[in-house]
């Protein structure tokens, strides 16, 4: 009898064990030690980005940015409603209120025609989810930004490494968050980094992310004694984690090629399946070099979708189907949110379904999957 295909499993790319057997070796424990520099480092020099700090999730890496952005109650984010909980609640922790957009049927991203309508003198950010690892349409949502003053703030936990017109996506915004899940590309488990493409920003994010201490000018022998002089909390991650996730981004070249492999087969073997069934697959814009963080089917129907589900089930295969959308969940509505607000949203989330993708998926399981799927007929 064939085993379980997961959906998702994190997978360790070799020299994690080493790395955290020397950070312990050097009691590099903390946060900010040398190991969480060369992550810093290191990805400050990939993505040509002033200042990377790592944090503790993607989910705080936004609440920091909420806190670098002043944001007060009352104010308003823009964000799709078609995302994961934290991109807004980071922000309603401030108690901001949540203004949600639509996305685009093609790439699934924040519709940027319908940005400009939902700005009010309230409006303090932008925040576009690069859904997938594929960048949404940067150009257009960085214009409006600038014609109104609203800083854009990128939810990139999908998409490091991905980029918009040869751009890495993560700097475009004054701010951009990733994330380290063990259900992203790169992990160490739970984990996140603040990356601050405006200078201006550095000094006071070192400061919010050290319990509101100068402490980090306090290391580099700027001031002579650390004090408390703003509010902040504690974001750092232990040097632990760093060190699991320096083998991660270091070996970024094997993951993102075996990524690759296994999006481009699925895309391959189930192109015409799809136009048979009308199913509708993936949608990469030329100007986006995507991320291969997922690969989804847009199933005909709900009832399609969970038909599909189930009969993958039934052959030990795990698919999953997300996000709720946000302005209908029980919070959302609190905000507002009804039924029909964002039609393509509302639509696409109970189509979608996603097949399993981890970083050690072989193609002997990925055929079966294939298998599984061909096997099955919508009825369309
Ligand atoms: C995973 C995810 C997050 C949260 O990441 P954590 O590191 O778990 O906090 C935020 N936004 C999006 C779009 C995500 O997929």
Not at 40 to 57: R, Y
Not at 238 to 250: H, V
Not at 346 to 371: C, G, H, I, K
Request: proline content about 5%; overall charge negative.
């Amino acid at each position: 009898m064939s085993t379980t295909i997961p959906f998702n499993r994190p997978v360790t790319v070799g020299k994690e064990f080493t790395y955290i057997q020397k950070t312990i070796e050097n009691m590099d424990l903390s946060g900010d030690g040398a190991i969480t520099k060369k992550c810093h480092s290191l990805l400050e020099d990939i993505l040509k980005v002033p200042k990377v700090l790592l944090t503790t999730s993607c989910t705080h890496a936004l609440e920091m940015a909420a806190l670098l952005l002043d944001m007060q109650p009352g104010d308003e984010v823009i964000v799709p409603s078609f995302t994961f909980v934290s991109t807004i609640n980071a922000f309603a922790l401030r108690g901001v209120r949540p203004i949600f957009i639509d996305i685009r049927p093609d790439t699934l991203n924040l519709d940027e025609s319908k940005l400009e309508k939902l700005i009010t003198p309230q409006t303090k950010a932008i925040v576009p989810v690069h859904y997938a690892g594929v960048g949404c349409e940067m150009e257009t949502i960085m214009d409006i930004g600038s014609q109104y003053g609203i800083p854009v703030v990128e939810d990139n936990a999908h998409g490091l490494f991905a980029k918009y017109k040869g751009k890495y996506l993560g700097t475009f915004g004054c701010l951009a968050t990733q994330s380290f899940h063990e259900t992203k590309n790169f992990t160490c488990g739970e984990g996140g980094a603040l990356l601050i493409n405006d200078p201006h920003y550095v000094e006071r994010a070192e400061i919010i992310r050290e319990k509101g201490t100068n402490r980090s000018r306090f290391y580099r022998g700027q001031v002579d004694k650390y004090t408390w002089v703003d509010i902040g909390s504690s974001y750092l991650p232990s040097g632990i984690l760093a060190a699991f996730l320096y083998a991660q981004i270091e070996a970024r070249q094997q993951i993102q090629t075996k990524r690759q492999e296994i999006w481009e087969y699925y895309y391959n073997n189930l192109q015409d399946w799809a136009q048979e069934q009308g199913v509708r697959l993936p949608i990469v814009p030329a100007e986006c070099e995507q991320a291969y963080h997922m690969f989804y089917l847009l199933m005909p129907s709900l009832e399609k979708r969970q038909a599909l589900i189930e009969h993958l089930r039934e052959q030990k295969i795990n698919s999953v189907f997300h996000y709720l959308p946000l302005h209908l969940s029980q919070m959302g509505r609190k905000f507002g949110g009804a039924e029909g607000d964002c039609p393509v949203t509302e639509s696409v989330s109970d189509r979608l379904l996603r097949l399993p993708f981890y970083n050690d998926l072989t193609q002997e399981d990925q055929a079966r999957v294939v298998a599984a799927i061909k096997d099955f007929y919508t009825g369309v």
